[in-house]
């Protein structure tokens, strides 16, 4: 699901534990999310109107379901860097 002003800017595909075929998403997000906790640092807490980058990453059971993300990245090549680096690997490949 999206958030109002968010949109999808990246797709593609990976195998998870070698194996199994998992969507992978990056969004733009006009709002950097903080963590709500009321006893965080508000530049952490509190959420921030700036232009982020977040990456979803699909269901291994279950094809466009995406139930987890990464935190805020500043840029879109850092998302990219950051996924192809060190979170998914070699098999990491873009559709769009």
């Known amino acids: 699901m999206l958030y109002p002003g968010q949109e999808i800017v990246k797709?593609?595909?990976?195998?998870y534990d070698g194996e199994v075929e998992c969507d992978i998403r990056i969004i733009r997000s006009p709002v950097r999310?903080?963590?709500?906790?009321h006893e965080d640092e508000p530049h952490v807490g509190d959420d921030v109107e700036q232009i982020v980058?977040?990456?979803?990453?699909?269901s291994t059971t279950e094809r466009?379901?995406?139930?987890?993300g990464s935190g805020a990245y500043e840029s879109l090549q850092e998302a990219m860097t950051q996924l192809?680096?060190?979170?998914?690997g070699p098999t990491l490949r873009w559709t769009t």
């Open 33 to 37: 999310f903080g963590t709500g906790d």
């Open 64 to 68: 466009g379901v995406f139930g987890s």
């Open 53 to 58: 980058f977040y990456v979803l990453y699909g």
């Open 84 to 88: 192809a680096a060190t979170a998914i």
């Open 11 to 15: 797709e593609g595909v990976f195998l």
